[in-house]
């Protein structure tokens, strides 16, 4: 009953990370990772006493966390952040162990647990997708931003970003499928609400990932109902992807440029006086397929940026003159107003559709300058600096560059992940360290440091190399191994094959094993299947 309670309380909570953390001696810990270590004591204190047999899958495990911490101690970057990432690869293979040594019905509750709160996530993405616009307090807990893509909210359903919720609504429906197999009306219903939750996420990954989960399931069900869930799966994507443009542009491509996207013709360099205002003009054309309307809040602005590092601050928005159809046209009289501290900054113009998107932040490049504050004294005071066509005479200064706003495609970060595991190709970058570093050895000044490689088997080989990818490797496909021959005899090994599956075929395209509820998910799926079948014979 006490390591019952652990499990459930840890599982109970994994689909909801705040992002704020709180400190652990000398480490700062999410909210999950802080209530995980008195779960984990339950966990242990519940555990059966008995001499576990030494299972391939927990040694391979093993093996990953011990690599981690040699490469994190060999790293470059930051061996202090490397190793509390491998720490995380830690308490992963910490949850399998434990988990391993649980009885059946303790690992069941588990699953149950987990069901209830993913299946939570799902409802807080239908109801988001549906337009419930008040739940962004409560989703600011666990996000920065709300997401979009052409315009349409992403739903994050309690997760930080919309791959992560997705992943999450993806277990309770593998969970829930299984659960309910002696109650087809109510698994119907449920499969329908969690899929339009699904589908509101627009994660593609995930999808796919939902597509391989149920066909696992439906394979070792009998009878005719077998693969009704994978049915009604499909029918309720097809309808979301049938019925909505937005859902055939995430098929077909990165972002979402063929509905935002704008050049931008500006002065390329403009030198104030601190804390000075100015109206520059600023040309943009529309080169997308969706008009900007001035109904839609569709404004420009900027980003000041100091040291092409730190964004400073976002400037006023301008409204647009007139509606702008693709195609067209438009001069806009924008305010510039330069910082108090003398220096130089670098200046992005960017059109934003208000509480929607920022026309960068789909892969649209922006209009870049480069903005003097107190500079060149001799020069009159915001002179030339309206004039689209006139550089003002400044201070001398190095070329701006025009791929600041860089957003690299999945096949850009695949390809830099390859040449970082040809650099370190025994022991990685370091734990941790692609996201860190995959901009610099792009040749770019500025990056997303939060962009991870999209691949869960990529960001194993740049980050720990052969020796951590062959671990990982290892731990999944025996583990998938032995829930393939388990799960006919056992509804714990089915549940946590499939979801091993469906994670596998979602770490294609994103990685979800940096975040907390997803290594604890992945380490409860493999413990579930080792602790098989000394947990049903106890």
């Known amino acids: 009953m006490i390591a019952r309670s652990g499990l459930a309380a840890l599982l109970l909570i994994v689909p909801f990370e705040p992002r704020f953390t709180v400190p652990f ?62 720490l995380r690869l830690g308490a992963m293979a910490t949850v399998a162990i434990l988990v391993s040594r649980l009885q059946s019905r303790d690992v069941l509750w588990g699953f149950r647990a987990l069901a209830l709160s993913a299946s939570i996530a799902g409802g807080l993405a239908l109801a988001e997708g549906l337009g419930a616009r008040s739940l962004d307090i409560v989703l600011g807990v666990f996000r920065e931003i709300p997401f979009n893509v052409a315009g349409v909210r992403r739903a994050s359903a309690g997760s930080e970003y919309p791959n992560l919720g997705a992943a999450m609504i993806l277990y309770a429906l593998l969970i829930a499928v299984t659960l309910l197999r002696s109650r087809p009306f109510f698994r119907a219903a449920l499969v329908i609400a969690l899929t339009f939750g699904l589908a509101f996420t627009y994660s593609r990954g995930a999808w796919l990932a939902g597509f391989a989960g149920l066909g696992v399931a439906a394979w070792f069900e009998s009878g005719r109902a077998r693969f009704g869930p994978l049915a009604l799966y499909l029918a309720v994507l097809g309808v979301f992807v049938g019925g909505a443009e937005i859902s055939q542009l995430r098929l077909q491509g990165e972002n979402a440029n063929d509905f935002y996207a704008a050049t931008y013709q500006a002065p390329r360099q403009i030198a104030l006086d601190s804390s000075a205002q100015i109206q520059v003009l600023v040309k943009v054309r529309n080169v997308g397929r969706r008009p900007w309307r001035q109904a839609e809040e569709i404004h420009l602005s900027y980003h000041l940026y100091q040291n092409k590092e730190r964004p400073l601050v976002d400037g006023p928005r301008t409204k647009l003159p007139r509606d702008v159809l693709p195609g067209e046209s438009v001069t806009i009289e924008a305010t510039l107003r330069a910082p108090r501290k003398p220096g130089e900054y670098l200046l992005m113009w960017d059109m934003v559709h208000e509480n929607t998107t920022w026309f960068s932040g789909q892969g649209v490049p922006p209009g870049v300058a480069r903005l003097i504050v107190g500079g060149d004294p001799d020069n009159e005071k915001g002179a030339d600096a309206a004039d689209p066509d006139t550089v003002r005479r400044t201070a001398v200064l190095t070329p701006t560059p025009d791929d600041l706003a860089w957003r690299p495609s999945r096949l850009d970060l695949w390809t830099i992940a390859l040449r970082m595991w040809g650099d370190n190709p025994f022991v990685g970058e370091g734990p941790d360290n692609f996201r860190w570093t995959y901009g610099a050895r792009a040749g770019k000044a500025v990056f997303d440091t939060r962009v991870f490689a999209n691949n869960m088997f990529l960001e194993f080989a740049a980050t720990l190399g052969t020796f951590g990818l062959a671990s990982f490797m290892a731990a999944l496909i025996l583990a998938l191994w032995g829930g393939w021959r388990l799960a006919p005899a056992s509804v714990t090994a089915l549940m946590a094959t499939s979801i091993l599956v469906a994670m596998a075929v979602h770490g294609l395209a994103d990685y979800l094993l940096a975040f907390t509820g997803h290594y604890l998910v992945f380490g409860l799926a493999v413990g579930a299947i080792s602790g098989y079948p000394d947990q049903e014979s106890q």
């Open 25 to 86: 001696g000398f480490l700062r810990l999410s909210l999950v990772e802080a209530v995980a270590v008195p779960c984990f004591l339950l966990m242990a204190f519940g555990a059966v006493r008995r001499t576990p047999r030494i299972k391939a899958p927990l040694v391979a495990l093993v093996l990953l966390f011990l690599v981690s911490l040699i490469s994190a101690g060999l790293s470059h970057t930051d061996p202090a952040r490397s190793f509390k990432f491998a």
